[in-house]
Structure formats: C-alpha cells, structure tokens
C-alpha cells in the first residue's frame, strides 16, 4: 500500500512511499482509509530531526471496513468509520473496535477525519473540569483544531465560553460556534473563569491561571506557543476568591489507552448531522501533502487541514 512517511529531503518533511500492508490481528478490523487530518503534534514529530526517515505517523483517518475483525467485534465490512490510532497515513489501516467509531454511510470522510484526536481532546479535556453548565469556561487557541470543538462542546455543555484566539478575524466565527466572548489574550479576560482548556502554554497559561476564580481548574492540553510557563511567586498564593485553583496536566492516550468507541460514534454523527461543524480550514488530494503541511507550520490554518486519500 502507499503511505506518507517521513522523509527529511522531501518538502514538509513526509512523501509517498510503498510500504507494507498492516496484517489484522483477530480483534482488528481492516480500514480503507478515504481521508485524514493533521495534528500539530504529529508534525512536530515529523519535522524534528530525530524522527527516522521512513516513520509512520499519523493519528487520524475516516474510511469503510472492507474486512471485518475475524473475532467478530467491531464494525461489519462497509461500514463507514472514523478511527484513531498510531498506525500512520496510509491507504489501510488495522483497527481493534475500541479505537473506531460508527458513521451515517453518507457522511463525507473529511469531515470525519478531523474528529479523532482534536474531538476527543476537546470531549476529554472538557470532562475534566466536571459539569459546565452556568459556568464560565476559557478556551485558549480557540481557532484552532482542538478549539473549535472545545468552544462548540462546552457552549452545548451550557457553559458561557470565553475563547481566547490571536486571530481577530476569527472573532465572528467562534461565536458563530457558541463563544459568549472572544478576546485576544487570557490577561484581557477581566472576570473569573471556573475552568480553562489551554493549548497554547507559556505566557498564555500563566494569564489563564491567574484568570481561574476559587476552587478552578485548568487542564493543560497543548503547548503550541512552544514558549516556557514561567509563573511569578505571587501566581500561586490561595488569597482574595484565589484559594484551591489546580493545574491538571492530560494526556488523550492515557496508558492503557480508553476505550473510545462510543465517544467516537456520538462525535461522529453530531459531524454527519450538522450539529459541530468539523471547520476543514484546507483540503485537498493527499499528493498534496506539503501544501498542508506549510499551511499548518505557517500558522494559517484555523481549524483541520484535511487530505484526501485517492
Ligand atoms: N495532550 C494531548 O493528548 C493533546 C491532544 C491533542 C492536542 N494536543 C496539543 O494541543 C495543542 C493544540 O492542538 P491543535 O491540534 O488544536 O493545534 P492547532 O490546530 O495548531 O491550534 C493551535 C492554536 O493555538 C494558537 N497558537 C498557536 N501558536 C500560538 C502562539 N505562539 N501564541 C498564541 N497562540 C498560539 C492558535 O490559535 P488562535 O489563533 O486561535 O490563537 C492555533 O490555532 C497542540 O500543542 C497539540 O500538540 C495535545
């Protein structure tokens, strides 16, 4: 089968290469895999000069069982599906049933394709910070990937989001998704927030914290700024509504990794049904590669860049 494998010569730092096909084992289902999308952190990998030339990466992929897993578990061949994984950008994939979810046989696998790491991030992260409904949840790197949903989950969740993005031309459309405010930065957040998802790290975490009310959480999913935390004596003291805030550090994964079966049906249906808007921010054929790359490296996207497996 081909594949997109790292390459350090080629641009983007991936390209097409032959590889073999996975072998199922008896609870795997086999996966024609129709479409994925990037995450910033398989990139990163990707582009980081110790990653071997010829590694497989790549979390996400949409596609139609074409045969069932032997053991009789999981999804029955053509069956459309939505699956997360370590096993790469490929034309197939060997999926067991805990790491796949259902779709409606209609629904576009592009749009599919963007759920499993940025959705189930959004939906795990959110559930940290325990019921939201009435409560003010702040959302850093609100545009992009991880964001989106988080801003969409949490406003059905019944929360007043309060998304932060540096992308003022994205203001309209994170209230479009359900913010109640958007602001450019965490310090231009004046009142208390119970909750903060961060992707973004370094100063942005340090401004979110010092942002949470008594008794609130931040859970920290992403470090996009790249830059460090550095929190001043002060951010720490309990005194003035300050008492008992938390940092949680989270990991999608987790060891071992949950069953994700049902979250990713439910997620996967509420994108085929035009209940969250998936927002492909760039799409296109998977020979195409680098041109998505650059545009998430860039800083361009607001949302998935989706590739199209032909
Ligand atoms: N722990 C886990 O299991 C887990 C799972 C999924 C993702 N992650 C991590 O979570 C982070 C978000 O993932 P993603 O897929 O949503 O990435 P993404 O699509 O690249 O979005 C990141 C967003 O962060 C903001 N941002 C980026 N650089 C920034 C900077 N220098 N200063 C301020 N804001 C900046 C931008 O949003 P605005 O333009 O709106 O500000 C950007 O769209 C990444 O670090 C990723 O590796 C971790």
Same mark, same amino acid.
């Given at each position: 089968?081909?594949?997109?494998?790292?390459?350090?010569?080629?641009?983007?730092?991936?390209?097409?290469?032959?590889?073999?096909?996975?072998?199922?084992?008896?609870?795997? @289902?086999?996966?024609? /895999?129709? &479409?994925? %999308?990037?995450? *910033? =952190?398989?990139?990163?990998?990707?582009?980081?000069? $110790?990653?071997?030339?010829?590694?497989?990466?790549?979390?996400?992929?949409?596609?139609?069982?074409?045969?069932?897993?032997?053991?009789?578990?999981?999804?029955?061949?053509?069956?459309?599906?939505?699956?997360?994984?370590?096993?790469?950008?490929?034309?197939?994939?060997?999926?067991?049933?805990?790491?796949?979810?259902?779709?409606?046989?209609?629904?576009?696998?592009?749009?599919?394709?963007?759920?499993?790491?940025?959705?189930?991030?959004?939906?795990?992260?959110?559930?940290?910070?325990?019921?939201?409904?009435?409560?003010?949840?702040?959302?850093?790197?609100?545009?992009?990937?991880?964001?989106?949903?988080?801003?969409?989950?949490?406003?059905? @969740?019944?929360?007043? /989001?309060? &998304?932060? %993005?540096?992308? *003022? =031309?994205?203001?309209?459309?994170?209230?479009?998704? $359900?913010?109640?405010?958007?602001?450019?930065?965490?310090?231009?957040?004046?009142?208390?927030?119970?909750?903060?998802?961060?992707?973004?790290?370094?100063?942005?975490?340090?401004?979110?914290?010092?942002?949470?009310?008594?008794?609130?959480?931040?859970?920290?999913?992403?470090?996009?700024?790249?830059?460090?935390?550095?929190?001043?004596?002060?951010?720490?003291?309990?005194?003035?509504?300050?008492?008992?805030?938390?940092?949680?550090?989270?990991?999608?994964?987790?060891?071992?990794?949950?069953?994700?079966?049902?979250?990713?049906?439910?997620?996967?249906?509420?994108?085929?049904?035009?209940?969250?808007?998936?927002?492909?921010?760039?799409?296109?054929?998977?020979?195409?590669?680098?041109?998505?790359?650059?545009?998430?490296?860039?800083?361009?996207?607001?949302?998935?860049?989706?590739?199209?497996?032909?």
């Amino acid at each position: 089968m081909r594949a997109l494998v790292v390459d350090h010569a080629s641009p983007g730092h991936l390209t097409l290469a032959d590889v073999p096909d996975p072998r199922p084992a008896g609870n795997e @289902a086999l996966v024609r /895999v129709e &479409a994925f %999308s990037l995450n *910033s =952190g398989e990139i990163h990998t990707a582009t980081r000069p $110790g990653t071997p030339d010829g590694s497989l990466l790549g979390w996400d992929a949409a596609g139609v069982v074409v045969r069932a897993a032997s053991d009789g578990s999981g999804p029955a061949e053509g069956e459309r599906v939505v699956t997360v994984g370590h096993t790469g950008w490929a034309e197939l994939r060997a999926v067991p049933a805990t790491l796949l979810g259902t779709a409606p046989k209609g629904a576009d696998p592009g749009a599919l394709g963007t759920l499993p790491v940025a959705g189930l991030s959004a939906l795990h992260a959110l559930r940290r910070m325990g019921p939201l409904l009435g409560r003010r949840v702040m959302v850093t790197g609100a545009s992009g990937g991880v964001g989106r949903y988080a801003v969409q989950l949490a406003a059905r @969740a019944g929360a007043h /989001v309060v &998304a932060v %993005s540096r992308a *003022s =031309g994205q203001a309209a459309a994170l209230r479009t998704l $359900g913010a109640s405010e958007v602001h450019p930065e965490p310090a231009a957040v004046r009142k208390p927030v119970a909750a903060v998802l961060d992707n973004v790290g370094g100063p942005h975490l340090v401004d979110a914290f010092a942002a949470l009310g008594a008794g609130g959480t931040l859970v920290s999913v992403g470090r996009s700024s790249g830059a460090d935390a550095v929190l001043p004596p002060d951010a720490l003291l309990g005194d003035g509504g300050r008492h008992d805030r938390s940092i949680r550090t989270f990991f999608l994964f987790g060891d071992p990794a949950p069953d994700f079966s049902a979250e990713l049906t439910w997620l996967a249906h509420e994108v085929a049904e035009g209940r969250l808007d998936p927002g492909i921010s760039w799409r296109g054929p998977w020979t195409r590669h680098s041109e998505a790359v650059e545009a998430l490296l860039g800083g361009q996207l607001h949302g998935k860049a989706v590739l199209d497996v032909e």
